[in-house]
């Protein structure tokens, strides 16, 4: 059974839902992240993700969507054998040659990047970005990004954890964000390009590590500024914005104290065109954990907290994305994936705030963690589906928290309830 909420917010019941997933994996350990994308060129968004965890063999796998909740494996791509394992992956067109590429975070091993020749044949992109067992940094959350506004993609990469010893410098190393540039030319008849590793120009970032990034402009100036999960517990400093090349910490009153934070997501919740901070936590007050969901309002670069969701539970808020179910800019919407199967949606009341409403089941996904969600429009109907996967481990027992499945990739249309 939910645990009680604490939070005394409105309930709707406005949406329903339906599958719209024929062909994706009914099992397997979808963790940590996917994108979507038309990698084929043929309009339809599709889904790339990394190899599922603890499967054989360890490549990446595509889905073609053909936008009408219809998906096959595109078995005629081809990847190189570079050691990949489970971890994120994004779609951006890397080398600017207007074919979308993939990089690739892979939990314990590094980053990847793969140029694409636009018929499902991918090889390694660029030279300085090898895949390798123990490396000093690892990463299962990344984001590709034009960062110097210069028209090249860029990857943003988040530590996934310290690595052994933690108080030495090659752990001290594994840990933090790091900016992966690519400088020459990597094309037919070129020297291939070199990825350049930069480190953020902040000491706050230096020790972070966690499973969530997202950017947004928090000031209007233009910039990216970064929102960053942290695994550490009572890190405060989750939210950066950017200035003369720099990330500067800023404060958030409220945030939540002794906390885990989840995830994170930036975007524009009341319609007033700034940027809000997007809170997903779990936080301990003594003996007694509490999960919950804040949003940091921005008002002209002051941020006031208001809650979504708060109770008393280890059954964590463990993904979340801002979605626009009703077709228009009037305020957004939230979908949020729980460490049981679940999805909570909290819908946009029109008025700059949310409501609760439909908690989408866990039918064969019981126990199976939600690891990333996301709200795409995949038929072109101006509303977006919501897209997640879910990963876990069955215990061998008969209780009802296990994950049998393994896991499973989904995607849902939402429809009116009435």
Not at 8 to 32: C, H, I, K, M, Y
Not at 54 to 66: A, H, I
Not at 299 to 322: L, P
Request: hydrophobic share 40%.
């Amino acid at each position: 059974m939910p645990s009680r909420s604490l939070v005394d917010l409105p309930s709707t019941n406005r949406f329903t839902v339906t599958a719209f997933d024929e062909g994706l994996p009914t099992a397997g350990q979808w963790r940590n992240g996917f994108d979507v994308a038309d990698l084929n060129g043929d309009g339809e968004l599709d889904l790339v993700h990394g190899p599922a965890r603890k499967t054989f063999p360890l490549r990446p796998v595509v889905y073609l969507g053909d936008g009408q909740g219809h998906w096959r494996a595109w078995k005629e791509a081809t990847f190189p054998p570079v050691g990949f394992d489970y971890g994120d992956v994004h779609a951006a067109d890397l080398d600017g040659d207007g074919v979308l590429d993939l990089a690739f975070a892979v939990h314990l091993k590094g980053v990847a990047a793969l140029r694409h020749d636009g018929r499902g044949h991918f090889s390694s992109l660029g030279r300085g970005l090898d895949l390798e067992v123990g490396a000093p940094f690892g990463s299962r959350t990344l984001l590709t990004t034009d960062w110097g506004d210069d028209g090249r993609q860029a990857i943003l990469a988040l530590s996934d954890g310290p690595r052994p010893p933690s108080r030495s410098e090659r752990g001290s190393a594994s840990l933090g964000v790091r900016l992966l540039t690519m400088t020459g030319p990597n094309g037919p008849g070129d020297a291939p390009g070199e990825w350049k590793l930069d480190a953020l120009a902040t000491t706050a970032l230096e020790r972070m590590f966690g499973d969530s990034l997202a950017l947004g402009d928090i000031d209007g100036d233009g910039k990216k500024d970064l929102a960053v999960g942290s695994n550490t517990l009572g890190e405060t400093r989750v939210l950066f914005r950017r200035a003369s090349g720099a990330f500067v910490p800023v404060p958030l009153d409220g945030l939540r104290a002794r906390s885990l934070v989840r995830s994170v997501a930036l975007a524009d919740i009341d319609g007033d065109s700034r940027d809000d901070l997007v809170v997903a936590y779990a936080n301990s007050e003594g003996e007694t954990w509490f999960v919950g969901v804040d949003v940091f309002f921005n008002h002209k670069g002051t941020f006031e907290r208001r809650e979504i969701a708060r109770e008393e539970s280890r059954n964590d808020y463990s993904a979340v994305a801002v979605c626009n179910f009703d077709g228009s800019r009037a305020g957004r919407s939230l979908a949020v994936a729980r460490d049981d199967g679940t999805i909570s949606l909290f819908a946009a009341d029109g008025h700059g705030f949310l409501t609760r409403d439909l908690r989408v089941p866990n039918t064969g996904r019981e126990g199976c963690r939600g690891y990333r969600v996301r709200c795409v429009d995949l038929n072109r109907d101006g509303k977006d589906e919501i897209v997640a996967s879910f990963a876990g481990e069955s215990d061998g027992l008969s209780d009802s928290d296990a994950c049998a499945s393994q896991g499973a990739l989904k995607v849902w249309a939402l429809g009116a309830a009435r």
